[in-house]
């Protein structure tokens, strides 16, 4: 369930909505409807100069690439048997079966218009809101408590490095990629071939690295680029029977956090990130329940995602429209 600021006063859904002309000017809508409605942080205006909310206030509107890699994902197949119990002690098994064909960009942008970069949360009519851990837990299964995922950035002679010895691929192979990657980052399409490769030669702990990698890299972790990811993550795939100790789901509303904070700027026109995240930690949008769902499965699979997706000034409206009774 989201969170909302407790600080900010309580409305029924049948509450009477009330402002003084000095709100309304400070307020100006979308269509009329009111972007947002009760009290918001002028500071936002003033501190944030490039915020997306700034050029929508004004009657404009931006267009923004969803960057999802649905296609890369279903592209690695389904993991090897012999490699199976390897993704599934990870943690990382149910990305697997997560997969979004069709994003809803107008409700995933609306809520992004919203986001405000230095609190984390979005701004609504019934106070701030934000995705949370349970949020994660709840959608995906993944595992929010245990350690942090914690690397940085590495060289080219370091990403050599660590690509030989976990990956077992010999120093010109690498070399030859590093340098087509232009350094600390691998192709997408590279370690699919990596994969098959290794499959054949039944190298199970490189085909599992290069699998897992492949998964993060599509998915918690995919980037603007959309085709390739960074060879530091590699690092968490070490000891891969431990592999699980990590707090995945942490580590994923971390990145999404970072990657909304971008994209709520008005000259940033792509959104990475998974976003099934956002799409469905409320519910808002036009969705249809999955009959083969079953309770003890992720909250992210009950739905069926077709190519419909919500008009962003259909959303506008049912965000200004927010009660606390609708929310929670």
């Given amino acids: 369930m989201v969170r909302t600021r407790e600080n900010i006063s309580r409305r ?44 929508i206030w004004k009657g404009q ?3 923004v690439k969803l960057v999802f890699h649905i296609k890369k994902v279903k592209n690695s197949g389904r993991p090897h048997p012999s490699v199976l119990p390897f993704v599934v002690s990870s943690g990382l098994s149910p990305l697997c079966n997560i997969l979004y064909e069709y994003p ?20 609504l009519p019934i106070g701030e809101m934000t995705i949370s851990l349970y949020d ?23 990403s050599l490095e660590i690509m030989m010895t976990l990956l077992g691929v010999d120093r010109a192979m690498t070399s030859n990629e590093l340098n087509q990657s232009r350094g600390g980052q691998v192709r997408l399409s590279w370690l699919r071939n990596l994969y098959r490769s290794c499959c054949d030669n039944e190298l199970w702990e490189f085909v599992a690295r290069a699998y897992l990698l492949h998964l993060v890299g599509s998915t918690i972790f995919a980037n603007k680029s959309a085709t390739y990811v960074r060879t530091h993550y590699l690092e968490l795939f070490r000891d891969l029977p431990t592999c699980r100790r990590y707090a995945w789901g942490v ?14 700027f008005a000259n940033t026109k792509q959104l990475p990130g998974y976003l099934p995240l956002l799409q469905h930690f409320l519910a808002l949008g036009r969705k249809q329940l999955r009959d083969t769902y079953v309770e ?8 069926v995602t ?13 965000l200004d429209a927010l009660t606390y009774d609708g929310v929670i």
Avoid: M
Avoid at 149 to 155: D, I
Avoid at 306 to 318: F, L
């Fill in 296 to 303: 003890i499965e992720p909250h992210a699979r009950r739905y």
């Fill in 251 to 264: 580590a994923a509303l971390v990145y999404l956090y970072e990657q909304l904070g971008d994209a709520s």
């Fill in 104 to 123: 809803n960009t107008g409700l995933i942008l609306g809520f992004v218009e919203r986001w405000h970069p230095e609190t984390n949360t979005f701004h």
């Fill in 61 to 63: 509107d931006r267009v």
């Fill in 12 to 55: 029924g859904s049948h509450d009477a909505r009330q402002s003084s002309a000095h709100d309304k000017e400070q307020r100006i809508g979308h269509d009329g409807a009111g972007f947002p409605d009760g009290p918001f942080d002028t500071s936002l205006l003033t501190q944030y100069q490039d915020h997306v909310a700034r050029i």
């Fill in 136 to 158: 994660v837990w709840s959608l995906l299964h993944l595992p929010i408590i245990g350690e942090f995922c914690s690397t940085e950035n590495l060289e080219y002679e370091d």
């Fill in 306 to 318: 077709g190519r419909a997706t919500s008009a962003i000034a259909d959303v506008r409206v049912q």
